[in-house]
T-cell receptor, first 114, second 109 residues
Framework: NAGVTQTPKFQVLKTGQSMTLQCAQDMNHNSMYWYRQDPGMGLRLIYYSASEGTTDKGEVPNGYNVSRLNKREFSLRLESAAPSQTSVYFC?????????????FGPGTRLTVT | QQQVKQSPQSLIVQKGGISIINCAYENTAFDYFPWYQQFPGKGPALLIAIRPDVSEKKEGRFTISFNKSAKQFSLHIMDSQPGDSATYFCAAGGNDMRFGAGTRLTVKP
């Protein structure tokens, strides 16, 4: 039982390049989330998926897109990376929408955009 | 704007002492208030959480105190241990969570 896994662990991009961050959970959770963590700012929600087939914007969605591929997988795409997107990205999942239950976080992806 | 304000930014406590971290929120619609613990290089992990219908919740050495009228809640770590040294985040919300900026706790042996 791996919990929440994320790939890659580290990534360096040049401005304008694109990439997809992958996330998978094996806990049969309905809801999944993408956060970014920046120094002094805590975690900020980018997008979330309450259930398979649905996605909603969080606090900071600009510059990102998401896909809930199936119940297990939720990917985050940067179409044209910018230095402001340098951050640590965390995926999380919960049995149901966050207000009703615990979120489980993955180990994070450290992204640098030069 | 920051909807959840957390203080202090950093905290140093002696082993056996009490660590206290405070948070204040703005949105009265928030109905779930968790605290997360994060070690370097790891994702946050839920420590303890409370809902606004109770004023206090205790789990082992960790206690949340909640003041609905003041829109404030705090984490108390009793008998703090060096292994508690980590960054602690408060959060508040419903479907859409807002996190505080974090408190780096150092417990000196």
């Amino acid at each position: 039982n791996a919990g929440v896994t994320q790939t890659p662990k580290f990534q360096v991009l040049k401005t304008g390049q694109s990439m997809t961050l992958q996330c998978a959970q094996d806990m049969n959770h309905n809801s999944m989330y993408w956060y970014r963590q920046d120094p002094g700012m805590g975690l900020r929600l980018i997008y979330y998926s309450a259930s398979e087939g649905t996605t909603d914007k969080g606090e900071v969605p600009n510059g990102y897109n998401v896909s809930r591929l199936n119940k297990r997988e939720f990917s985050l795409r940067l179409e044209s990376a910018a230095p402001s997107q340098t951050s640590v990205y965390f995926c999380a999942s919960s049995a149901r929408l966050v207000g009703a239950g615990e979120q489980y976080f993955g180990p994070g992806t450290r992204l640098t955009v030069t | 704007q920051q909807q959840v304000k957390q203080s202090p930014q950093s905290l140093i406590v002696q082993k056996g002492g009490i660590s206290i971290i405070n948070c204040a929120y703005e949105n009265t619609a928030f109905d779930y208030f968790p605290w997360y613990q994060q070690f370097p290089g790891k994702g946050p992990a839920l420590l303890i959480a409370i809902r606004p219908d109770v004023s206090e919740k205790k789990e082992g050495r960790f206690t949340i105190s909640f003041n609905k009228s003041a829109k404030q809640f705090s984490l108390h770590i009793m008998d703090s241990q060096p292994g508690d040294s980590a960054t602690y985040f408060c959060a508040a919300g419903g479907n859409d969570m807002r996190f505080g900026a974090g408190t780096r706790l150092t417990v000196k042996p």
